[in-house]
């Protein structure tokens, strides 16, 4: 039984042209990334003035992204939105969500000792995270990445071609407000999104769905310790949240693995 039938079946029927689309789309919002970034930095826009206006970005993005499937006459199931198998891809967000929930979002604040936000608090941070969140996922897990298979036949290639995109569109905004920690800390940034990329696309492969994708950078974002604890004097990195990200990937490499190796049996 082949590993990855249903995701190399859905992946075949992408074209080159679906391929070129796709880098279209890319590079748009590269460039889109880079002055929304230098806007914000010029006029000294802050995360909070900028919610309502990146809630419509991202509005805006993820209709682009059901248009250019309009267009080329598919269906969204044709990017992971779809019912079927909905309760095990459910199954699999829950699997991996608490590594973020415990190490990412209550470790940093108990060991620290500092207070958490209002419910109310940490519920507008996850409506703000989760349409942001599901927005980078339609476009480049669901969208981007599989359309990729139209130029690139090899899956190991498409994979890390998809992750590196990932990864440069988060430069922008690092590029333009200067890079943090210095050049370790840049690079660390830059490793951190090409592997989440990989990680999330195993999750994504085992019911070609993005309910286990949503789920998992939903919780990745929401745990950042400035949006839960109120102490945590804006650290969105730490020694915790450095400890989940390697335990996630980790234990997505090994679950993808042993899935693999029960399927070639």
């Known amino acids: 039984m082949n ?10 029927k992408f074209s080159k042209k679906d391929a ?8 748009y919002w590269l460039i889109f990334a880079f002055t929304v970034s230098i806007i914000r930095s010029e006029f000294s826009i802050s995360d ?6 990146d809630a419509v970005i991202a509005i805006v993005n993820i209709l682009i992204v059901f248009v250019l499937i309009k267009i080329r006459k598919q269906s969204l199931a044709s990017i992971g939105l779809h019912k079927k198998n909905i309760l095990p891809a459910i199954g699999i967000g829950l699997l991996f969500m608490p590594i973020m929930l415990v190490f990412r979002g209550l470790m940093p604040g108990l060991t620290n000792g500092w207070t958490l936000y209002s419910v109310g608090s940490i519920l507008l941070s996850l409506a703000s995270v989760t349409l942001l969140a599901v927005r980078e996922d339609i476009t480049f897990v669901g969208y981007i990445q599989t359309r990729l298979y139209g130029l690139v036949k090899n899956d190991f290639w498409a994979i890390n071609l998809g992750a590196t995109l990932f990864m440069v569109l988060h430069m922008p905004q690092q590029l333009v407000i200067g890079i943090p920690m210095g050049i370790p800390g840049f690079i660390t940034w830059l490793a951190f999104t090409f592997f989440m990329h990989r990680a999330f ?8 769905s993005l309910v286990p994708v ?18 945590s004097d804006g650290a969105g990195t730490s020694w915790w949240g450095t400890i989940a ?10 679950w993808y693995s042993k899935w693999n190796r029960a399927c070639s049996h």
Do not use: G
């Open 3 to 12: 590993r990855d039938l249903q995701y190399e079946q859905e992946v075949s």
């Open 20 to 27: 070129i689309i796709a880098i279209c789309l890319f590079t």
């Open 48 to 53: 909070e003035e900028w919610q309502i206006p």
């Open 201 to 208: 696309v195993m999750l994504f492969k085992r019911y070609y």
């Open 214 to 231: 949503f789920m998992m950078h939903i919780a990745n974002n929401v745990t950042a310790p400035a949006r839960i604890w109120q102490d």
């Open 245 to 254: 990200f390697f335990i996630f990937i980790f234990a997505v490499q090994f």
